[in-house]
């Protein structure tokens, strides 16, 4: 079974900057697309960035791309988000995810998840 952490979370400042982590253990990290997610409350679970981990393909949600950087360390299997220029509406609890066919656009598609850490960002 995979399981993942993510950790990483905090408050910053409007323009700020955070990095979150997951860990992944458990199964061939190298079968796997591993997704980042935001949820706000209320409101559905959105993406925010993927990657492939067999040919490196990357991802982002509109509103986060050339601010966010996913990458990851094979030796460690661990994914990161490099999150920049972090505005209000960046505001919510992130998560990862991991499937061999996970969607981007379909969070029912992705078979294990990472708890969620926070991320808050203040004017």
């Known amino acids: 079974e995979v399981q993942l952490q993510a950790s990483g979370g905090g408050s910053v400042q409007v323009g700020g900057s955070l990095k979150l982590s997951c860990a992944v253990s458990?199964?061939?990290?190298?079968?796997?697309?591993i997704g980042w997610f935001r949820q706000t409350p209320g409101n559905e679970r959105e993406g925010v960035s993927s990657?492939?981990?067999?040919?490196?393909?990357?991802y982002y949600v509109a509103s986060v791309s050339g601010r966010f950087t996913i990458s990851s360390d094979n030796a460690k299997n661990t994914v990161y988000l490099d999150m920049n220029s972090l505005k209000p509406e960046d505001t919510a609890v992130y998560y990862c995810?991991?499937?061999?066919?996970?969607?981007?656009?379909?969070?029912?598609?992705?078979?294990?998840w990472g708890q969620g850490t926070q991320v808050t960002v203040s004017s």
């Open positions: 995810a991991a499937d061999a066919r996970g969607k981007f656009s379909s969070t029912s598609s992705w078979n294990y």
């Open positions: 458990g199964h061939s990290f190298d079968e796997y697309i």
């Open positions: 990657i492939t981990m067999s040919d490196g393909n990357r």
